[in-house]
């Protein structure tokens, strides 16, 4: 039987059964969620005055309705939906403010922008129009565009906010045009008559307008193509630290680069150790080497994946660590990652459908031999769990079925408890031999890296090829896959804190596992059912929870979690 939640453990047990699901302010987050769907798929057109005052005006509307509720007097699961739900809505509403701020900026660019929004706003109940007088207008607004065009190009330097808001705008108007031309074309005789070739030319300008405004902002980003190919954006320090306190991570970038290093020594420590059982003395890269080149015959990777989950699997099993529902170990299954997906994913991705990444016919002769030894069985050993069970696949699997409503998603959450597995399964000897220990000893440094090289990419310290030469010089990465890493870390569309989430992640759960568990209070058990029935909350959230926590309206973490490495 599935455990109620921490209050059996923590505070009294809710009479209600109820609470597994829901809380005092679920019904407000489900309304404002249906409600903002329906203004989203209703007001479409990118930075238009008009979507951005009434998603104020709707966020602001919800923001005094939760306000209204007592706080003081809610239970501890209730106050956590209501500070992730205020601060969800507080910063919908400062992320409005400044695409205000912005496009008022960058007004000077757009003064054509107001006849397109009118023609969108009409178009939606279906007005009646006149398709010689909209040709007209086109022809003159495509004019109007190529004036402007004319104008900023002689900017010397445009902001690289300012850029993409820019081509997001100019996106906009070209996406709110084609609204209109789809829907008269071929309907409506005049317009037909009249309007297809002033459409296209005027589809045209603005396509050049926003690609002229995508080559300014990658232009004006602090790194240049330094011959990776990859030219993300790095977002400085102070955005940095605010999104480290959205996600309640009471660590600076600097002292979570240090946690990484010392990290990194214990790894280095624990290297040595499985090198010199090996026979290989303190020469830990030629012991990666030899655990490298153990890769199955061509065409077995997937009765390896296989094998390794049935280990891990046995190993929880007969541990007692975790509840695992029949149809989770029922409906798992495999995929193939396709060439394209393995240029910014050279390992698995995981869930409910394990994709398994491996060398195609249609690569060199080089990446392949890179792709097969960075999927060698012992560096796969580590993986498997963490992408299946306990990992992705059972977080996924519980998430459908217990808080459905909360949608607070949290790389912090998602990645760190599946890197937790691999630190507790670490401590409990799952690694069988020395080659097993080296294999999951990679992963561990790759998160560390993974701390170390994007916060020094964001922090405007290291280029994307620093970032890649870390990872094959202190990793023992194959290029090819470090490539595919970077690239994946910059421009794969991952938040700036996802890389670093994985390891700061699990050490949060990790911490929370000595206090609850190690003193006694929990068993692992009941302590890792608890937190899948939970859904995805910050984790020092799930510590409130979980330890019936005194929060008041404003709270802020101070939980300093950082637990150095047992040491074997």
Known sequence: MLLTGAAVYAQPAPINPLYRQTSEVHHLMTRYNADQGSLSRFYVVENSPERRERMQRHTTEYLAQLRQMDFDKLP?????????FQRNLNVALRELAQEEAEVKQIQPWFPFADKVYALEKARRRGASVNGEQIATELAKLSKDIAETKKTVEKLDKIDVALAQRAEGTASGLRSALKSVFEFY???DPQFTWWVPAPYHKTDSLLASYASFFAKKAKIAAPFK?????????????????????FEYIAYSPEELIDIANR???????ELLKASREMGFGDNWKQAQEKVKNSVVPVGKQPELILRLYDESIDFLKKKDLITIPPIAEETWRMAMMSPERQKFSPFFLGGETILISYPTAGMSHEDKLMSMRGNNPHFSRATVHHELI?????????????????RFRTPFWTEGWSLYWEMILWDMNFPQSPEDRIGMLFWRMHRCARIIFSLNYHL??????QCIDFLVDRVGHERANAEGEVRRSFVGGYEPLYQ?????????FYALKKELVDSGKMTYKQFHDTIMQQNSLPVDLIRALMTNQKLTRDYKTSWKFYVPSPTR
């Open 460 to 465: 405007g310290k290291w280029t994307p090829q």
């Open 225 to 245: 193509d330094d011959g990776s190919g990859i030219a993300g954006v790095a977002v400085g320090r102070e955005e940095l630290l605010r999104q480290l306190e």
């Open 263 to 269: 990290e990194f020594a214990w790894c280095d420590r």
């Open 185 to 187: 074309n071929a309907y």
């Open 390 to 406: 306990a990992g992705h696949h059972l977080q996924g699997f519980m998430n459908n079925r217990y808080k459905t409503y909360r």
């Open 76 to 84: 501890v699961d209730s106050q956590i939906d209501y500070l992730l």
């Open 500 to 508: 670093l989430a994985y390891m700061t992640g699990g050490f949060q």
